[in-house]
């Protein structure tokens, strides 16, 4: 769909907003500005002063891997039968018709990372996505996005109940410390055969895709940063809920970090010292944040409002908008793409009513590589989603 948005106000992200146009053309950008010309042929809509933001970005979900409503059978989270679990894919578990895409579009958030589960020391291949497609290879932005691995309770947890190693937090180290050595050993040989775990870690040790990190406690996070350094891989701290009490060495290290959820209970050790301030104390520090919903821990169309939450403690409103945008588009690999309105992107584009971090401001429309998926009609109430098939 050929479109000019006009009337509007424009967040472009990497740029000063400003009133204007903004111009789709055959799935991308090809024009914004306060006199951007309209090319003959378009659609023209007035947004008649609404705001016109990036789709917004989660970089950390198991959306279609962890189905809501379906119990054992919808659950494809954590394959927990082997510690070291690098090759499996999150990608051949999404399920594109599951009910929290269309949330996904209704909350404006138009791209998102899905990732394995944290029960395993070593998760799998994550993958970045569009949220609007029949089946996910349409939807596939970048893949593998990173390697997902976990510290803390989670491991423990999983193998210590089954009296199997890693059952502490040193057991869960020394696993991940082995499986880099092995993988470095194997890419080593002169002609190594393929070996689906081998080669999923050297791509992370060859700084292809980033090691995604689960780890809430500080002293986690320290060991992630150790581990980082010694085998010298891009790291990115997924959750950090305790982030906030080491921004200043985090920043030194130049490593981003995924905050998140904010929207849920202190329901474990680890977590009780989450705090809505984290955001704007890591951002003030220097730290590349984004936030996360970990959906379906929180439900994904509330991304926007933990934005909201994090302004409201203390974050700057600009910097909680590029932490849902192009901050995670960054560290997804995907920012030449998503994340920012600018010429030449993917027409990832969703029409507001206002302001989003007002949380009575809601989404009206949702165009996806240029094409509507999602609409709000404010007399009627009534919300549409496109076909997905």
């Known amino acids: 769909m050929n479109l000019a948005i006009t009337g509007a106000h424009i967040v472009p992200i990497t740029a000063e907003p400003f009133e204007g146009t903004i111009v789709m053309t055959d799935g991308h950008i090809s024009s914004l500005g306060p006199r951007a010309r309209i ?13 016109v933001l990036p789709g917004f970005i989660d970089a950390h979900t198991h959306l279609g891997i962890h189905e809501e409503g379906e119990g054992w059978a919808g659950d494809d ?32 958030i138009t791209s998102v990372n899905v990732n394995p589960g944290s029960g395993n020391p070593i998760g799998g291949l994550t993958v970045a996505i569009k949220t609007f497609g029949r089946v996910v290879d349409e939807m596939v932005m970048r893949s593998p996005s990173g390697l997902k691995a976990a510290l803390g309770e989670n491991p423990k947890r999983f193998y210590g109940e089954q009296k199997k190693t890693p059952s502490t937090r040193l057991g869960t180290a020394l696993t991940i410390r082995t499986a880099f050595v ?53 790291l990115v701290l997924d959750h950090g809920t305790e982030s906030w009490k080491i921004a200043d060495l985090i920043a030194t290290h130049g490593v981003p970090v995924l905050y998140g959820p904010l929207i849920v209970s202190r329901s474990k050790v680890e977590v009780r010292d989450r705090i809505p301030a984290a955001p704007g104390i890591l951002d003030r520090a220097g730290v590349d944040v984004s936030l ?27 910097a909680a908008l590029r932490a849902i945008t192009i901050n995670p588009a960054t560290v997804m ?30 989404v ?21 989603w496109a076909s997905r098939y």
């Open 39 to 51: 090319p003959k042929g378009h659609a023209v809509l007035d947004a008649e002063g609404a705001w």
């Open 77 to 108: 989270t954590n394959e927990a039968t082997n510690p070291v679990m690098a090759a499996a894919r999150a990608l051949d578990a999404i399920n594109p018709l599951e009910k929290g895409f269309d949330d996904a579009l209704s909350g404006g």
């Open 182 to 234: 092995a993988a470095r050993n194997h890419g080593a040989q002169e002609a190594p055969e393929q070996n689906l775990v081998h080669d999923a870690l050297l791509s992370v040790l060859n700084r292809e895709i980033p090691w995604r990190q689960h780890c809430h406690r500080a002293d986690d996070i320290a060991t992630a940063l150790r581990m980082a350094d010694e085998f010298g891989y891009p």
């Open 292 to 318: 996360i919903t970990d959906h379906p821990v929180v439900p994904i169309d509330f991304l926007v409002t933990q934005a909201a939450l994090a302004v409201k403690e203390g974050m700057d409103p600009e």
């Open 333 to 362: 690999g995907v920012a030449d793409r998503v994340g920012s309105l600018e010429k030449g992107k993917d027409a990832d584009v969703v029409l507001w009513n206002g302001d989003p971090l007002d949380v009575r401001n809601r």
């Open 364 to 384: 009206l429309r949702t165009f996806v590589s240029g094409d509507e998926v999602y609409s709000w009609d404010p007399d009627t109430r009534q919300a549409t």
